[in-house]
């Protein structure tokens, strides 16, 4: 069986730690679990999500190397939809955030951009789960963006701020 055969079918029946391990054990297993996260699918990219920040936790050289894909997949020159991809970044945020620190001013411009707001703020969220203090000097950068007549918007950023309370500074 094929190395994308098998990734689609682990992340078809869940088996999240199995993923892991295989993106591992065989960096081959990046491209097409990367290129599940465009899956028609919700369950499917959510788990290729998870299982892409879980593999970078494990794994740095290979998480700054999705790190890097994923962003230029934001970039208007890329000629792709990056927008699938940024639950990845949160997930990397969460399992691994030193990864994505230096990555964080960018994605805080990002939230320019009406279309990827939402994903950028709920990404940024993750990553504040674990490292509260890499987002907290980010507030008021955020804030000028967030569309107040979008409640989800204005409930992802509340999330930030909940989760960033009392914290300062730029380290993890």
Known sequence: ??????VRELLQQGREQALIELALADSRALRPLVGRLWDSDS????????VVGKAAASHSDLGLEVIRRLIWAL????????????????EIGRSAPDLLAAHIPGLVSICRDD???LEILRALAALAESAPS???GELERLKQWVDDSRPEETQAYGRLVELTAGRQGNGV
């Not at 069986?1 to 098998?6: C, D, H, R, T, V």
């Not at 369950?43 to 998870?50: C, E, K, P, Q």
């Not at 792709?80 to 970044?89: D, H, K, R």
């Open 43 to 50: 369950t499917i990219r959510s788990r290729a999500a998870r």
């Open 75 to 90: 970039n208007d020159e890329s000629g792709t939809n990056g927008v699938y991809g940024i639950p990845a970044l949160g």
């Open 1 to 6: 069986m094929g190395i994308g055969k098998e």
């Open 115 to 117: 279309g990827l707001r």
């Open 134 to 136: 890499l987002i907290a």
